[in-house]
Nanobody, 125 residues
């Protein structure tokens, strides 16, 4: 059973940056697709970015392209999300997710089998 744990959330002013990390314990990371989702109050969980453990071409939601960067360190079983140029509308709980699959990166939360507990990102002046 894979367990995921996020870290790195917090409060930041508009235009600022944060770096989120997600570390997997147990399991073989090399066969996984990893993703970040977010959920704002009163809204559905939405895809932010994804990356495969092999062929690490990332996929991004249009809203974050050019501002967020996902990366993966297989040796450390860690997937990170660099958030730049943050805006108040980026405020949400950010979740790390994983699935044992190396095909097309799914943007649907129901495709993912493993989830972290979430980390709060608040963008406010």
């Amino acid at each position: 059973q894979v367990q995921l744990e996020e870290s790195g959330g917090g409060l930041v002013q508009p235009g600022g940056s944060l770096r989120l990390s997600c570390t997997a314990s147990r399991g073989t990371f090399s066969s996984f697709t990893m993703a970040w989702f977010r959920q704002a109050p009163g809204k559905e969980r939405e895809f932010v970015a994804g990356i495969r453990a092999t062929n690490r071409t990332p996929s991004y939601a249009d809203l974050v392209k050019g501002r967020f960067t996902i990366s993966l360190d297989g040796a450390r079983k860690t997937v990170s999300l660099q958030l730049n140029s943050l805006q108040p509308e980026d405020t949400a709980v950010y979740y790390c997710a994983g699935r044992l699959f190396l095909g097309t990166i799914s943007t649907m939360s129901s495709s993912y089998d493993y989830w972290g507990q979430g980390t709060q990102v608040t963008v406010s002046s």
